[in-house]
């Protein structure tokens, strides 16, 4: 079943960069035309402007390449040539959907970039799920050939991914020269216009005259929690996926950006640290708030964050600086043992890390929480530093609860 979410497309070879940018450009350039002179010089230019900027800039595209989703196969016989024996043979032929998920702009897999690779492949877009996926085609039943396909098809994929990413950052730094020039041509020629009619005592009618306010500046949807409804029992709140991705992408944004800059993170604890995430988590959502250092269970949960009509929990995290990979592991057991209930499904777990050798400890954090007592599974990549898993409650081992483990790397703490 086709959507309008969801469209085929060969991957960076739909259109140069160079007419991209002419078209982003002729774009902006109707939007503004189409407000209108009254509407242009009676506006807060520097809001409109800064409301251009956000609709206009482009998330960088990255795609998880380590755990893509592998359907079940279609069988199908097909009729190919045997050379020997110099007559068509029915074989049987597997085919495979192979499916990544994406983050950032769908629209950067249009772009055929500058300089390129003379590479592609079809595939489909879903920009609902935020997925791509490409057909695999093999006859026998072997794992290396199907590996070695999917390996081909990863390269003439994306081969030409960080070409294009390089070419969208140079449009957003280039975008607001860009605003301005569009932007202040058209107001030029109203002033020149609105002079001229003055010159010839031309009146302008003042009733027509009108208050303008710039448009709201585009924000990012932010998922909100629901409330489901239960069958003759009382209404019980629930955290949606989305709101739960919002949510990591915040601390994982945020934490990065605190490793760029020391002086907000030099000489603090875990409670300050903590504090940071707190300050962005607690005002993002409606019917929500967050705490730290809440009692929940038999412990005391870094931060949680409750539904504010009830007082019922949506999302808990704990915070820890790195001690090595038994303190991890303890991390982990405190965090599920003590903190977690039947209904807390969606958790995280922070870590902190002050050691040189980053990448040892991520490695670490990853073969430590397979070998954890409560693993069920790997559940992708969200970065560099934010590995997803399936986790099983102590109390009850059918309950799957969603575990994220970020950590960032503060070694000048």
């Not at 739960?244 to 994982?252: E, F, H, M, N, R």
């Not at 600086?321 to 991890?328: D, I, K, L, N, V």
């Not at 980053?358 to 007592?373: Q, R, Y």
Request: overall charge negative; proline content about 3%.
């Amino acid at each position: 079943m086709s959507y309008d979410y969801e469209y085929n497309l060969k991957t960076f070879a739909e259109i140069h960069y160079s007419d991209w940018v002419i078209q982003l450009k002729e774009k902006i350039r109707k939007e503004i035309e189409a407000k209108g002179k009254e509407y242009l010089l009676s506006i807060d230019e520097n809001a409109y402007k800064s409301y251009l900027i956000e609709e206009y800039t482009f998330d960088l595209l990255s795609i998880d390449l380590t755990s893509p989703e592998i359907g079940e196969p279609e069988i199908t016989k097909e009729w190919v040539n045997n050379v020997i024996y110099d007559r068509n043979t029915q074989i049987e032929v597997y085919s495979f959907n192979v499916i990544y998920k994406y983050f950032g702009s769908s629209e950067i897999f249009k772009i055929v970039p500058n300089p390129r690779t003379l590479v592609t492949l079809d595939v489909t877009i879903n920009e609902r799920f935020s997925t791509v996926s490409f057909k695999i085609k093999i006859s026998k039943r072997d794992p290396d050939l199907f590996n070695q396909a999917k390996t081909d098809r990863e390269t003439h994929a994306f081969k030409n991914l960080e070409n294009a990413n390089s070419n969208v950052q140079s449009w957003n730094s280039q975008l607001q020269d860009s605003i301005d020039s569009i932007y202040n041509s058209i107001k030029k020629r109203y002033l020149e216009e609105n002079d001229f009619f003055a010159a010839i005592n031309v009146r302008v009618n003042k009733e027509t005259l009108s208050v303008f306010t710039p448009p709201t500046l585009k924000k990012k949807i932010i998922p909100q929690p629901t409330l489901l409804k239960g069958q003759e029992i009382s209404s019980e709140p629930t955290m949606s996926k989305e709101m739960y991705d919002d949510i990591l992408k915040v601390i994982y944004d945020s934490g990065k950006n605190m490793e760029k800059k020391p002086a907000l993170y030099k000489d603090k604890d875990e409670e300050g640290l903590r504090d940071q995430f707190l300050f962005v988590l607690e005002t993002r959502y409606e019917s929500t708030t967050a705490t730290g250092e809440t009692f929940n269970r038999s412990g005391k949960a870094d931060i949680i964050l409750k539904y504010s009509k009830d007082g019922s929990n949506l999302f808990v995290a704990e915070c820890k600086f790195w001690h090595g990979a038994s303190e991890y592991s303890k991390a982990i057991s405190q965090l599920f043992d003590k903190y977690l209930t039947w209904r807390d499904s969606k958790t995280a777990l922070i870590i902190f890390v002050t050691n040189k050798d980053f990448s040892n400890v991520l490695n670490t954090i990853i073969e430590e929480t397979k070998s954890h007592e409560h693993f069920l599974k790997e559940n992708g990549k969200r970065g560099e530093s934010s590995f997803s898993y399936l986790m099983k409650l102590p109390q009850d081992k059918n309950k799957q609860i969603f575990l994220e483990v970020i950590a960032f790397h503060y070694d000048k703490i």
